[in-house]
């Protein structure tokens, strides 16, 4: 069951938790191209080894470790990892699509400053 990287990082994007994958996959980053048009990161649920190193390095909380512990007003950002790939534009314009419709449809947990944004998920 791979990570999944939620809102929190909207706004944040730091890549903490690229420099701690051991297989390198979260994308975009820093150096890749897509990194300045992606709103958020995201994990490959197929080459994700389910290792953890990237949740405690998260400073905002953004990553869940399974599906199922994805709370519910989260769930719609699933689709958004695993349909993103890197230097595929369709699906890069897929996954961003999907986070604006999460931005859209969360103004009220957007309102929040990122560090407190998991707090306020449910
Ligand atoms: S759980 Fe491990 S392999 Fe999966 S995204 Fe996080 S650091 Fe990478
Ligand atoms: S460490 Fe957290 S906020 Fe930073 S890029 Fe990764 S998921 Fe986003």
Redesign the pocket.
Known sequence: MPFV?TD??IG???????DVCPVDC?HPKKDEAEFEQAT??YIHPEECIDCGA?VP???????YDSHDATPSSQKDLIPANTVYRLGDADAMAKAEAIVAAHVAAHTDLMAID?KERQAAHT
């Open positions: 990287i929190p990082c944040t994007k730091d890549t903490a938790c690229v979260i958020m990161l990237c390095a998260c400073p905002v909380t953004a990553i990122p």
